[in-house]
């Protein structure tokens, strides 16, 4: 349909011009082209492109941009970090949105993009690859050189995008939005982020104890428990077989230590994936704690996932852990139910998950900044959270310094949980507050029509500890 609208309009142009030229002596001079929307971007210093993928509405390219590895030393090293543009139209508002991890090279559009009907520039994490300094100086990984990244293809990009833009994520991407502006706090007109832990005190995880004693029903936490507790109990004859399956595979466990250290972490992460990713009503499909090795093996690898904790299906997150284990922070949770069935004490943490040459030490004081900012200093920002979704256990809360900001929460709601599974009124509420920010005609309901393949929620199935 857009084509044959500017087909038309074309058409309407050309006929205008010619019955305009028929009564005057003097052709009309023709009206300049706005250039490209490609050109315009590769007209910016340090822009490479990559490539172009067809979708009808819009325009979606893939870009390098060129980035200093230490921003508070420019000439100290650069590289090439991805993005990727959904362009709509330049007099529309930008969403700037990350998932704190790689970036995907197909169309999507979040839902503040939806909201607004506007472009969306999606840029990949710094040392997520190929976005990683060669060598990597695993120092120069932290928010603040994150959050310089925004700002400075922001700052690039802002000529051509003129309008107001929104900063937006899910998961470890409303981390990264919500680090992003307290750095930053000019550059956005809003945040939306979206199911963004916030470990401010990293060794005080007391409130996923409380969760996981109040989550769902009283009948499915105890089957849970019993699934979680018989794994271990059949413990080496799923070992033995997950090992046969990672020598299969060609799957090793360095990094971890061997098969019987990585299905400790698998089962652990157990009961915490079940609520990331399912619901309530999914408490049906759990396996009774008699049931067979094979159903059992089955579960676990589904809920779990066995090649999560193998070198390779460790290596493409190892900038997540390494973050982690130095600013971020990680959930701990105690597990009485499997007393006296766990053999490797301390294993349930970041610096076994990242390789021994990188070197990590833990920032106390990074969190407790941001948490901080956003209680007291914070402005036009959305926080959403799911019920039943663990890493809502330690949330952004608003104090009575923060403006013009919300925190929702959905109601039975996992890891997936956004602004269309809020009450009529929240939904409203917030859809309006998100459009008001972007310079939009508030109209309480998406500006652009539902596109199933453009606005799929891509929920990213991660062990536990990796929002």
Not at 32 to 43: H, Y
Not at 156 to 172: E, F, H, N, Q
Not at 288 to 296: G, H
Not at 387 to 413: C, I
Request: include cysteine; proline fraction near 7%.
């Amino acid at each position: 349909m857009g084509k044959a609208l500017r087909w038309l309009l074309s058409l309407v142009i050309l006929v205008g011009a010619a019955g305009w030229g028929a009564g005057n002596a003097s052709a009309r001079p023709a009206a300049p082209q706005e250039p490209d929307i490609k050109e315009r971007v590769l007209d910016i210093p340090g822009m490479s492109f990559v490539e172009e993928k067809p979708y009808v509405g819009y325009r979606f390219l893939v870009f390098s941009y060129t980035q200093p590895v230490d921003h508070r030393h420019p000439s100290k090293g650069t590289f090439q970090q991805r993005f990727t543009l959904l362009h709509k139209a330049t007099d529309r508002p930008t969403v700037f949105y990350t998932s704190g991890y790689n970036v995907t090279t197909t169309p999507r559009r979040s839902e503040p993009t939806q909201l607004v009907d506007g472009n969306q520039v999606s840029m990949e994490y710094r040392f997520f690859t190929p976005s990683r300094p060669q060598p990597a100086d695993w120092s120069k990984l932290d928010i603040w050189q994150a959050a310089s990244d925004q700002h400075r293809l922001y700052q690039a990009l802002k000529p051509v995008y003129g309008r107001k833009w929104l900063a937006t994520g899910g998961s470890k991407g409303g981390m990264t939005a919500t680090y992003y502006r307290r750095f930053y706090p000019r550059d956005m007109a809003g945040t939306i982020a979206y199911v963004a832990p916030n470990d401010v005190v990293n060794k005080e995880d007391s409130a996923y104890d409380r969760f996981f004693r109040t989550v769902g029903t009283a009948e499915c936490r105890t089957k849970l428990n019993a699934v979680q507790r018989e794994a271990l109990v059949r413990r080496d004859e799923i070992v033995a077989r997950y090992q046969k399956w990672a020598d299969d595979e060609k799957q090793t466990f360095t990094v971890v230590g061997s098969a019987d250290k990585a299905y400790e972490n698998v089962v652990l992460d157990l009961v915490w994936a079940f609520w990331q990713y399912h619901l309530l009503k999914d408490c049906a499909d759990v396996p009774a704690a008699t049931a067979s090795t094979d159903e059992l093996y089955r579960f676990i690898d589904e809920i779990s996932g066995f090649s999560a904790y193998t070198d390779q299906g460790l290596e493409t997150y190892t900038p997540y852990y390494y973050q982690a284990g130095t600013e971020l922070g990680s959930p701990s949770f105690r597990t009485p139910h499997l007393d006296g069935l766990l053999r490797y004490p301390g294993i349930y943490a970041p610096r076994n998950y990242v390789p021994r040459d990188i070197p990590m030490r833990f920032k106390p004081k990074a969190m407790r900044d941001v948490d901080s900012w956003v209680r007291h200093d914070s402005q036009r920002m959305l926080f959403v959270y799911g019920q039943n979704d663990p890493w809502g256990g330690e949330r952004f809360r608003l104090g009575k310094g923060a403006e013009d900001s919300y925190v929702y929460t959905v109601a039975g709601g996992n890891h997936g949980s956004n602004i269309a599974g809020l009450t009529a009124g929240e939904k409203a509420k917030a859809t309006e507050a998100v459009q008001r920010w972007a310079g939009v005609s508030p109209a309480g309901k998406p500006l652009a029509p539902l596109d199933k393949r453009l606005d799929k929620r891509d929920l990213e199935r991660l062990p536990v500890l990796r929002p």
